[in-house]
């Protein structure tokens, strides 16, 4: 008999080319930053998991958690193909933050709380 080899044991470090963390300072890519394709750029060139994540963003703003859920990837590996399109000026980003001062319905620019975090990531993961 002989063994099964499992293709994603080697998948994620090829996506990733060996790197654990992504080349930029990407401290701004958490779970619920959104991110969002930039239109026209030219798409020759991109990794397959590239070119789903721009083909994903195409119709607007996807979170991190989202995109890494629709990839079918962990969030690290996510965070590292977003940080090289973000490289690449294919995607770009907009922070919670940014997002909750532009709402109407918040009274300040201040950081959400927590419970608002947890209550934003429950409601993306039910709309999955």
Not at 43 to 71: D, F, N
Request: overall charge positive.
């Amino acid at each position: 008999m002989t063994p099964r080899r499992r293709r994603d044991l080697v998948r994620s470090f090829v996506l990733t080319q060996g790197r654990a963390r992504p080349t930029r300072n990407t401290h701004v890519l958490d779970v619920i930053t959104m991110v969002t394709t930039v239109p026209g750029r030219s798409v020759a060139g991109l990794l397959p998991e590239q070119l789903a994540v721009v083909e994903l963003c195409r119709g607007g703003y996807l979170s991190v958690i989202e995109v890494a859920g629709h990839l079918g990837q962990p969030l690290t590996i996510t965070r590292i193909v977003l940080g090289d399109l973000l490289d690449s000026g294919h995607v770009v980003t907009r922070t919670a933050r940014t997002a909750d001062a532009q709402s109407p319905e918040s009274g300040d620019a201040a950081a959400p709380t927590t419970a608002h975090i947890l209550e934003k990531l429950l409601h993306g993961l039910q709309a999955l």
